[in-house]
């Protein structure tokens, strides 16, 4: 039996969903139940009442928000080692340092954080909400991490003053794209518009069409009358993109923009993951009802 038919059955068996990233390998999206962006797989963790088991092909942060929300559920992470190295950035000690130093100013994280982190925090956001939470906080002054080019992002669309926690955090994928890149692609692809993630940085966002989270971009170029895309994100988005549009050509901005956790999940992960139901994501209680009201103020504020 093929592994996509094997997996299939054992779906069927166990009641499981399959939630994959916009990133996640091409036949790890094309099994999944539902592929989208991290508020999206967040929602949808939550809009799947029938599930028994939740297959989460993402990396830590995703399926530990899915396990927050969820505790009625098995939220299962193919890959223990799909970590996001951004989550790392920013401890919970250093967190709470940086709260004595601004002891009244709000705390915003960004979902990719730590759940300890997380529990520390005000409210939590996502890349495609991010601006619209620091808006709706009645305060001139946000800490927000762990992610510096989203929180300057947030600074420019608030105009609020938003201190980025730690300084330097930065996600290593989109670090890699320079707007000299795109500004050469666009030479070579005349009328190519350009779609870039926030956490790319200012130079690049500045020589973008659209700035917006990976679900974003997709909808931006599924709307788009234009034929031909360059794109600021991580290439695994290039598959859903090109599904989605056979009829548009979509070119990464630079195509060494791989995110390693995200590649972990094979067919042969994400089948044995189901059959022996592991590795569950299990937050100790205390953290995670903390957690969970930073993450439903998140979605609470933005619907
Ligand atoms: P999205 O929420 O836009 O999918 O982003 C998640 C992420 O990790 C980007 O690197
Ligand atoms: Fe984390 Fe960057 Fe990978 Fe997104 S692309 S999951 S921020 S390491």
């Known amino acids: 039996m093929a592994i996509s038919d094997k997996i299939n059955k054992l779906k069927s068996e166990k009641q499981a969903v399959i939630l994959a990233h916009n990133y996640q390998r091409p036949e790890i999206q094309d099994i999944a139940d539902y592929v989208g962006d991290s508020i999206e797989l967040s929602r949808r963790a939550k809009a799947e009442k029938d599930a028994e088991v939740v297959l989460f092909a993402a990396v830590d942060f995703m399926a530990e928000s899915a396990a927050v929300l969820n505790p009625e559920k098995k ?55 991010a601006v619209q939470v620091v808006d709706a906080l009645d305060a001139e002054r946000v800490l927000f991490g762990p ?89 695994g988005i290039l598959h859903k993109l090109r599904k989605e549009n056979p009829q548009k050509v979509f070119l990464p901005a630079y195509g060494g923009a791989i995110c390693n956790a995200m590649k972990l999940t094979t067919m042969e992960r994400l089948y044995q993951s189901l059959k022996e139901e592991r590795t569950q994501i299990i937050i100790p209680k205390g953290i995670a009802n903390r957690a969970r009201r930073a993450l439903t103020r998140m979605h609470d504020l933005t619907g």
């Open 75 to 129: 939220v299962l992470l193919p890959c223990v080692g799909s970590k996001c190295s951004m989550v790392q950035m920013l401890t919970t000690e250093q967190l709470r340092l940086w709260k004595r130093r601004y002891p009244k100013t709000p705390v915003v994280l960004y979902v990719n954080s730590l759940a300890e982190a997380k529990a520390e925090s005000d409210v939590c956001c996502t890349s495609a909400n």
């Open 147 to 235: 992610d510096r080019n989203l929180a300057e992002y947030v600074a420019e669309k608030t105009g609020k003053e938003v201190i980025p926690i730690p300084p330097q955090g930065f996600c290593p994928t989109h670090i890699l794209f320079m707007k000299e890149d795109i500004e050469a692609q666009r030479r070579e692809h005349s009328g190519a518009k350009v779609a870039v993630h926030p956490e790319c940085s200012k130079d690049v966002r500045n020589s973008a069409d659209f700035v917006g989270s990976t679900s974003q971009i997709c909808r931006y170029a599924n709307a788009s009358t234009a034929k031909k895309f360059i794109i600021g994100t991580e290439v």
